[in-house]
């Protein structure tokens, strides 16, 4: 049995280490900890949750991350386990004790003779059999090496506009079309009044933003403008930028004050992109603001804008759907530098990337999950062509739509959680993970 690399012990390469160690394959698994720390990390322990200690819902037949972590359960997830393990009281959500939840990792790694713990970095790609799961803070040397071997396409800041259910939007209130009748019907358009767009702008400006680290603040900023920083340099700046409504007439040739426009985020037009709104709003203050547009009043928020340092590769370009390089497929990588976002999405990626290697390991091709599932549908948004890849979190739009209509919300997720888990069960016996 081959021995394999997995370089970073956050949640992606914590999980992908357990799962390969407990098949029996040796596991050399690198991480800067203890010796160094990224800015922002303190705790010496693996899989130490940084940002929040919440790993979102708990009930899979009403949240998509909610379902994911039950997919995860079944397929024998380290994540869930110490999540089930430290959780805390958080009503609807599963919240952990922080410094329990990654001592558990960390002594599930460090027990398990499988894994060799090395600390040291890792300044290039290997050439052998690997998983890169560094995260979104990838140390400088091998951020280099990933974009050479990546052909130039690495990230290092994640600039995002809210994405909406295409099923929640009010279509009394928009209409399709691209500028000057070009395009056909690839946008949906929301027209504001002069009072509405007015309202929108001072909702920007007053909005509680999220408060940035020191060393993300110089680099996103001067790379992306977020939208409520171009809302404060004057009242009609966003009508000469992202909600300009030059060239825009509904079918009967109303002109508007204001437009935003709406463009397709998935091939199945399920999810909808909000053009040019990247912004730094805490996630609440997205939904009150954003609904303050007439089509977007009942909007359904399957991703909310972030801007965070992130790196990520334009994985449609470099990855095939089982994480590994399209140039050197012995090399996989996983966690948020896939182009997957937040934590139980990062440990996920981990998750497959590791199944999948152990399949090629052992002579069988890798098989992705079906695209009922919320894993096969990451899988598929990583190496899905993208004109503008953005990371993606788990949400139920991304899920291949019910062959049946479901008007209420609740029923149609249920329908889609409980087809999902039918299908994870299949593709574990598939795998005989039993």
């Not at 050479?148 to 295409?166: E, K, M, T, W």
């Not at 110089?218 to 977020?226: A, L, T």
Request: proline letters at 4%; glycine letters at 8%; hydrophobic letters at 35%.
């Amino acid at each position: 049995m081959n021995k394999i690399k997995v370089i970073g012990a956050g949640l992606a390469g914590a999980e992908a280490a357990i799962c390969l160690a407990e098949r029996g394959v040796k596991v050399e698994l690198y991480d800067i900890k203890p010796s160094s720390f990224t800015p922002a990390h303190t705790d010496t322990n693996f899989g130490e949750l940084v940002c929040s200690n919440s790993l979102k819902g708990k009930d899979a037949y009403s949240n998509a991350c909610g379902l994911l972590k039950e997919e995860m359960r079944t397929l024998g997830s380290l994540m869930t386990d110490a999540a089930d393990k430290t959780q805390i009281p958080a009503g609807g959500a599963l919240a952990v004790e922080r410094e329990a939840f990654s001592a558990y990792i960390t002594g599930r790694i460090k027990n398990n003779p499988n894994i060799t713990v090395i600390c040291e970095e890792v300044k290039s790609v290997p050439d052998e059999w690997s998983i890169i799961a560094t995260g979104p803070l990838t140390t400088d040397a091998l951020s280099q090496s990933i974009q050479n071997i990546c052909g130039g396409q690495l990230h290092f800041y994640d600039a995002s506009a809210p994405i909406v259910a295409r099923d929640s939007i009010d279509f009394g209130k928009c209409f399709y079309g691209d500028r000057y009748g070009k395009g056909g019907d690839d946008y949906i358009n929301c027209p504001l009044t002069k009072e509405e767009y007015e309202s929108f702008v001072d909702g920007l400006i007053c909005a509680d933003k999220v408060i940035l680290r020191d060393f993300e603040k110089r680099e996103i900023f001067e790379g992306c403008m977020p939208v409520e920083v171009l809302a404060s340099r004057g009242k009609d700046s966003l009508r000469f930028a992202m909600l300009k409504p030059v060239g825009l007439k509904d079918k009967d040739g109303n002109k508007f004050y204001a437009v935003l426009q709406l463009r397709k985020e998935n091939a199945d037009g399920t999810a909808y992109n909000l053009v040019g709104c990247q912004t730094n709003l805490k996630f609440g203050e997205q939904k009150r603001v954003f609904s303050i547009i007439p089509a977007l009043r009942n909007a359904e928020f399957l991703r909310y804008g972030v801007m965070h340092r992130n790196t990520f590769i334009n994985s449609p370009t470099c990855l095939n759907a089982d994480f590994s390089l399209k140039n050197n497929p012995t090399v996989f990588f996983a966690g948020q530098i896939t182009g997957v976002e937040g934590y139980v999405e990062s440990a996920a990626s981990g998750l497959l990337s590791a199944l999948h290697i152990y399949e090629k390991l052992n002579g069988r091709q890798p098989v992705i999950p079906d695209n009922t599932t919320v894993l096969g549908a990451l899988s598929r948004h990583v190496c899905t062509p993208c004109e503008n890849f953005q990371p993606m979190n788990a949400n139920f739009g991304i899920l291949k739509p019910a062959d049946v209509t479901i008007r209420d919300k609740k029923q149609r997720y249920a329908y889609l959680a409980t087809r999902a888990l039918e299908s994870i069960e299949k593709y574990k016996q598939a795998l005989n993970l039993n």
